[in-house]
C-alpha cells in the first residue's frame, strides 16, 4: 500500500516535530511524537520513549548547538494503520570544552563539531486517528569529528541565534506540538 496523501503529510509531520524538539530543547513535544508505549534505540540510547527522552539530555543538553536535517523518506504502508518508514538524517552536534558526557562524546578541551549521518527506521502507528511512532532505531552510517572555528556563536548578535527557550521565533510554529 501506498498510504494517502494526508497520512503522509501527518508523519513527515512527527518526523519533523521530533527534529525541532531535540534541537530546540522542547522535550515536552515528545509526547506528541511517540505513543505511550513505543521503544527507542540509537547507539548508547535504548529503552522505553520516556528513557530516551532522559538519556537523550544528558546528551544534547550540554551541546552549544543541535541542528539535525531531515533527507529521503521511504514508507511501506501495511495497511491503514500500519507504517514502516526510512529516514536518512545528518545531525550537527556543537560540542563544549569541558563536556560532561564521555559516553557520547570526547572532552576534547576545546569547542569542536561532531557530525552524525544515519537512518531513522520506524514503525509508525495509527491509533485514535492519530500517527506517532511507536518503535524507532537509529542507525549510524558514518560520522566526522571536526575541528572548526566559528562554530561558537556566542559573539553574534543577540537576536541572530536560535535560543532553546519560547523566545525562539519558531515558538508559534511548534505549538500544536507544545500542547
Not at 572555528?149 to 515558538?171: A, N, Q
Request: aromatic share 12%; charged share 25%; hydrophobic share 35%.
Amino acid at each position: 500500500m501506498t498510504g494517502t496523501l494526508e497520512d503522509r503529510a501527518a508523519i513527515q509531520d512527527i518526523l519533523a516535530a521530533y527534529a525541532h524538539a531535540i534541537d530546540r530543547r522542547r522535550w515536552g513535544m515528545m509526547d506528541r511524537v511517540f505513543h505511550e508505549d513505543a521503544q527507542f534505540g540509537f547507539g548508547v540510547i535504548s529503552g522505553d520513549w520516556r528513557g530516551f527522552v532522559e538519556q537523550a539530555r544528558t546528551v544534547i543538553d550540554p551541546c552549544l548547538a543541535t541542528q539535525h536535517q531531515l533527507g529521503q523518506t521511504l514508507y511501506n504502508f501495511e495497511d491503514g494503520s500500519v507504517c514502516h518508514t526510512e529516514t536518512y538524517m545528518t545531525a550537527m552536534h556543537t560540542v563544549p570544552a569541558g563536556y560532561p558526557n564521555e559516553i557520547a562524546f570526547e572532552d576534547k578541551g576545546e569547542i569542536y563539531s561532531v557530525v552524525i549521518a544515519g537512518r531513522y527506521i520506524d514503525r509508525f502507528e495509527k491509533r485514535d486517528g492519530e500517527w506517532r511512532i511507536a518503535q524507532r532505531t537509529g542507525v549510524y552510517d558514518w560520522r566526522e569529528f571536526r575541528m572548526a572555528e566559528g562554530v561558537d556563536l556566542s559573539e553574534l548578535p543577540d537576536g541572530f541565534c536560535g535560543t532553546h527557550d519560547e523566545s525562539d521565533p519558531s515558538t508559534p510554529v511548534a505549538a500544536r506540538f507544545l500542547g
